[in-house]
């Protein structure tokens, strides 16, 4: 249990271009999701928390208008990197929050798979 | 996010050896600490997770948290090649959101 899939695994795109990626929770309900970038060798950084309903809350430095976030319901979450360039070139990962505690860690997320995102 | 510092460096060992990670935190407020298990092209997934100090085995599995020093550590006994991977510690914050270190790669050779 507690699958989330993401899609697409990867995708390579022309600069100025947009960019759709979809994070679902296969088996639960998500009321959060979160959405973070890994560059290589480095730790994933927490770029959005996106909840079901309502708008998303970005960390500091991350342009909200560059990257939207639609949470339409409780199972799929999607960050659109807008106008990309070759800048925005990384791994992006999901993850989303048990809206049922089921034992141990409260509130565990489970990851997606990622997306490599390649902007030429 | 620089208030969890985990060295990068690669680590390898031989099939067997026991596999020493470390983070250091400088954040009080931390409040669960969890390491997570990251095979290349994936995403993380959970190994384990502390709320106080002390220790807690799972299995070849020890997570250790000494509060007082804000440092946090993973051991893995009797190595195998299937833990080859990159070892991030991770901890929670604000309203469960996770801060993570930058990861150790660590590859067990048969």
């Known amino acids: 249990g507690a699958v989330v899939s993401q899609h697409p695994s990867r995708v390579i795109c022309k600069s100025g271009t947009s960019v759709k990626i979809e994070c679902r929770s296969l088996?639960?309900?998500?009321?959060?999701m979160f959405w973070y970038r890994q560059f290589p060798k480095q730790s994933l950084m927490l770029m959005a928390t996106s909840n079901e309903g309502s708008k998303a809350t970005y960390e500091q430095g991350v342009e909200k208008d560059k990257f939207l976030i639609n949470h339409a319901s409780l199972t799929l979450s999607t960050l659109t990197v807008t106008s990309a360039h070759p800048e925005d070139s990384s791994f992006y990962i999901c993850?989303?929050?048990?809206?049922?505690?089921?034992?141990?860690?409260?509130?565990?997320?489970?990851f997606g798979p990622g997306t490599r995102l390649t902007v030429l | 996010q620089k208030e969890v510092e985990q060295d990068p460096g690669p680590l390898s060992v031989p099939e067997g050896a026991i596999v020493s990670l470390n983070c250091t935190y400088s954040?009080?407020?931390?409040?669960?600490f969890m390491w997570y298990r990251q095979y290349s092209r994936k995403g993380p997934e959970l190994l384990m997770y502390?709320?106080?100090?002390g220790n807690k085995e799972d299995g070849r599995f020890t997570a250790q948290v000494d509060k007082s020093s804000k440092y946090i550590s993973l051991f893995i006994r009797d190595s195998q090649p299937s833990d080859s991977a990159t070892y991030l510690c991770?901890?929670?914050?604000?309203?469960?959101?996770?801060?993570f270190g930058k990861g150790n790669q660590v590859v067990v050779i048969p």
């Open positions: 991770a901890m929670t914050y604000g309203n469960n959101r996770l801060a």
């Open positions: 088996d639960f309900q998500a009321t959060t």
């Open positions: 993850s989303a929050r048990d809206a049922v505690v089921r034992g141990g860690l409260p509130d565990t997320q489970y």
């Open positions: 954040n009080s407020a931390f409040q669960y």
């Open positions: 502390t709320y106080s100090s």
